[in-house]
């Protein structure tokens, strides 16, 4: 083969893809224009849901902001009476802290004086009853004895005695 006919091929085979290529192309000017007329008539509708979305958004960020500010407000009416309650209760714990102080002061008081009273009532009158239940005692064993006036008999000493043996 000559370079004459192989020149020819190779321009041939070229010839053909660029007509291939044109065809592809006015195939991708076709779809391309097609596209663009489908969307020529999806944007009023995409401008009108950009639009609601716009607004959407718009009274969410301003509900967002009140709720926020509410939420604020709450926390801080929140904050404010736990403050309180917690003033009140350390009041109440210091209140009860003082009475128990004093009830304590009062117990201890009264048990001291309930234990003055308990030894005054021991060494004033059960002493002096005890030692006249003592003297009495005594008069009463003399009064049996000087009584009695004679003394055992043996028979009767020694039964005595049997008994503890």
Same mark, same amino acid.
Not at 63 to 73: C, M, P, V
Not at 137 to 141: D, E, I
């Given at each position: 083969m000559d370079? /004459?006919?192989l020149l020819? @091929?190779?321009v041939s085979v070229s010839a053909v893809a660029l007509l291939i290529q044109a065809g592809l192309l006015f195939g991708i000017y076709k779809s391309s224009r097609s596209l663009s007329d489908n969307l020529q008539r999806l944007m009023p509708k995409l401008d009108s849901l950009i639009e609601t979305s716009r607004t959407t958004v718009e009274e969410s960020r301003r509900? @967002?902001?009140? @709720?926020?500010?509410?939420? /604020?407000? @709450? #926390?801080d009416v929140a904050r404010r009476q736990m403050a309180r309650l917690d003033e009140l209760l350390e009041d109440a714990t210091t209140r009860a802290r003082v009475q128990f102080d004093r009830a304590e002061m009062v #117990?201890?008081?009264t048990m001291g004086r309930v234990q003055d009273t308990v030894a005054m009532v021991h060494n004033g009158v059960l002493k002096p009853l005890k030692e006249v239940q003592g003297v009495a005692?005594?008069?009463?064993?003399a009064f049996f004895f000087l009584l009695r006036g004679r003394r055992p008999n043996p028979s009767s000493a020694t039964v005595d005695e049997e008994m503890f043996i």
């Open positions: 370079q /004459t006919t020819t @091929i190779f509900q @967002i902001t009140e @709720i926020s500010t509410k939420t /604020t407000d @709450i #926390l #117990l201890d008081d005692s005594g008069l009463r064993a």
